[in-house]
């Protein structure tokens, strides 16, 4: 993550809560439509979602939009 990180903060105790080298892995395997390839999101915003946490940026690529879905366990 940045200091372009926007985020809720019951999302972000969540968040801390993952282990550093699953959230580098997490923000490194995001899907761009775009790219139609695995690629890093930046400038990402986190929210809670009904699933879990959803993070929302831009592709590292190209900058399209993209987004990922971290599922409670």
Same mark, same amino acid.
């Given at each position: 993550?940045?200091?372009? !990180? #926007? +985020?809720?903060? /019951? %999302? !972000?105790?969540?968040?801390? %809560? $993952? ?6 892995? #997490? ?13 890093? #999101? @930046? /400038? +990402?915003? $986190?929210?809670?979602? %009904?699933?879990?946490l !959803? !993070?929302?940026?831009? +592709?590292n690529? +190209?900058?399209?939009? @993209? %987004?990922?879905? $971290?599922?409670?366990?």
């Amino acid at each position: 993550m940045d200091n372009n !990180l #926007i +985020c809720e903060v /019951d %999302a !972000l105790r969540f968040w801390n %809560a $993952i282990p550093k080298e699953k959230r580098d892995h #997490i923000l490194n395997n995001v899907f761009c439509g775009n790219c139609l390839d695995v690629v890093r #999101i @930046v /400038d +990402c915003s $986190i929210y809670n979602d %009904a699933n879990g946490l !959803l !993070l929302r940026g831009k +592709c590292n690529k +190209c900058g399209n939009s @993209v %987004a990922q879905v $971290i599922e409670r366990e």
